[in-house]
């Protein structure tokens, strides 16, 4: 797919950090499968220095054309056990990463597809070594995969474990293939045939049809201000930037900085935004090509005082739902269409999935990305014979039929993919993104936040530890947080969860407006990494 022809101009130069982006895209297939792959989806933020223009592409799995609302229902008409829904057929969304990065190379790069993916096939061929969250990864998942993901990562019934050498020869091949034919190799030739055959083999729907007709969208960003910084975020299907930004303007009208950093009034206060904010997600935000949504009174300063009013300075509320962007809107109300059903919908069990990279080239072209196969190692079936796994993004859809996000032939799950670019006096000062399911787009707020507020390096932001919660009482938290703080929200009607969990993986760039100079930071959690090519 080629821009509109009014963009072109954007791709005179070519931008430098997109072939180094998709090459890492391909390596991230071979040496973290579980997390991403050409069997997934993503988003995709581009910076253009020279234009100062934001371009989003959007790449998120679809629903195939025999999606049903129904179809994560059991025979009683309950919902399905997620580790039950996420093994069918069903939860297969047509796979949008190879057609992504290839129109971001297309459009903005300065290296052929074929290029980009030559190191992705020797590093297949030759191995890479086991590390500790792969090795960890395949042991929690090995009760999803099929045979042909069994043979390679688990050879003779034993899982890898760290240290050990993982060759993926059937995935080498199909690197080989799509650098020989192309895209089309994937989305009409074998490798369509194949991944029909064993989504339907599990009881799925897609079709050739439905793999030739994916498209990928250009999107327009969400756009808001913190404290003087323009934020500038991903659109629906994520909920990320509306959700994002809009727990940042309410929290604009309290003085974090005075209050301090990880304290337990400003906590207290975070905690109360996130369960506003999570509310109107879970009723409100969908994909925008279904539903309709309240794009200016999400953010309108009356609405924001409305749920910031909510807040008790002291006290949890028990009792917080979802607002009514739509009146802020101008227009009555939501259609009723879209509010038989509404769920918070947070998966709570979630783990940390994912991955985010950011890269940045000399002229200061910036490429934040985060991609997915959606759970740790997707649904568990490798496409036999061509050495990658597929997702299970279609459980990202509510199961129960009828709210914003129910499940639709066409449409996109709602997500919480939040690459972000932060700007000051209309020049990138940061780019932040994470992994995390639902926690991803507190997590981004929190490293924000540690900036803006806290004034903190950016590492020191990114090592702080978070807290998270989508409703009322209880609230996740990071090893670190002081004892003393988790009590007194406890005193104030919050119920700590019991142990902590890790949160997010977040990888970071910083450009210094005064000395141009660039950094970068990236998240121990899980092995993140800064590199800089002189
Ligand atoms: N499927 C998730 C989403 O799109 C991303 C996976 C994760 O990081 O948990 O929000």
């Known amino acids: 797919m080629i821009l509109p022809q009014h963009m072109v101009q954007y791709t005179a130069r070519g931008v430098l950090s ?69 093994q069918t057929g069903h939860a297969v969304g047509i796979p949008g990463t190879l057609k992504g ?5 297309e459009n903005f790069g300065t290296m052929s597809l074929a290029q980009v993916i030559e190191p992705a096939i020797e590093l297949a061929e030759k191995g890479i070594m086991v590390n500790k969250v792969l090795a960890q990864s395949i042991v929690d998942s090995m009760y ?15 899982p890898l474990p760290e240290g050990a050498l993982l060759v993926q020869p059937d995935l080498a091949k199909t690197f080989r293939l ?80 005075a209050l301090g950093h990880n304290t337990t009034q400003t906590l207290h206060l975070m905690i109360e935004t996130m369960r506003l904010a999570y509310a109107d997600r879970g009723k409100y935000l969908g994909d925008s090509d279904f539903v309709k949504i309240p794009f200016k009174g999400y953010f309108d300063e009356k609405y924001i005082e409305e749920r910031r ?30 509010l038989k059903n509404v769920f918070a ?30 759970d740790v190692f997707g649904s568990g079936i490798m496409v036999p014979g061509y050495g990658f796994m597929l997702n299970n993004e279609m459980t990202d859809f509510d199961f129960v039929p009828g709210g ?68 009322y009482p209880t609230v996740q938290w990071e090893a670190g947080l002081p004892e003393h703080v988790k009590k007194e929200l406890e005193l104030r009607g919050h119920k700590i969860a019991d142990a902590p969990r890790i949160m997010g993986s977040v990888q970071s760039i910083v450009i210094d407006l005064e000395t141009g100079k660039i950094y970068g930071g990236a998240d121990p959690r899980r092995e993140g990494t800064v590199i800089g090519v002189p």
Not at 24 to 52: R, T
Not at 101 to 105: H, K, N
Request: glycine share 8%; charged share 20%; net charge neutral.
């Open 404 to 471: 914003a996000n129910e499940v639709q032939p066409g449409k996109r799950p709602r997500s919480s993919m939040t690459p972000t670019i932060v700007f000051k006096d209309g020049k990138p000062v940061f780019s932040v993104g994470s992994p995390g399911g639902a926690r991803i787009i507190t997590t981004v707020m929190q490293v924000i936040m540690n900036m803006i507020d806290h004034g903190m390096s950016v590492q020191e932001a990114i090592n702080a530890p978070r807290i998270f919660s989508s409703s």
């Open 178 to 257: 799509i650098k020989e034919r192309g895209v089309d190799v994937f989305y009409t030739g074998e490798i369509a045939q194949a991944i029909v055959e064993v989504v339907q083999a599990r009881g799925g729907t897609m079709t050739l049809e439905d793999l030739k007709n994916y498209e990928v969208k250009f999107r327009e960003p969400i756009r808001g201000t913190y404290r003087g910084y323009e934020i500038v975020s991903m659109p629906p299907p994520s909920s990320g930037g509306l959700t994002l930004i809009q727990m940042l303007k309410i929290l604009e009208g309290f003085d974090i900085k």
């Open 309 to 338: 009013a909510l807040i008790d300075w002291q006290k949890a509320n028990p009792n917080i739902k979802a607002g009514d962007p739509w009146f802020y809107e101008g227009s009555p109300t939501c259609p009723a269409s879209q």
């Open 18 to 86: 997109m072939r180094t982006a998709v090459a890492i895209q391909f390596a991230l297939n071979v040496v973290e499968p579980m997390m991403s792959g050409i069997g997934g989806g993503g988003f995709m933020m581009i910076y253009l220095a020279k234009e100062n223009k934001i371009v989003v592409l959007d790449y998120r799995e679809q629903a195939p054309a025999g999606a049903k609302p129904t179809m994560f229902l059991d025979a009683e008409g309950k919902p399905l056990p997620f580790r039950t829904a996420i």
């Open 144 to 158: 999803k995969f099929n045979d042909a993901a069994k043979q390679v990562f688990a050879p003779n019934g034993q």
């Open 101 to 105: 990065v290839a129109t971001a190379l």
């Open 345 to 374: 919908m947070v998966n709570e069990n979630e783990t940390s999935q994912t991955t985010h990279y950011t890269v940045i080239d000399k002229w200061g072209n910036l490429v934040a990305c985060t991609t997915t196969i959606e």
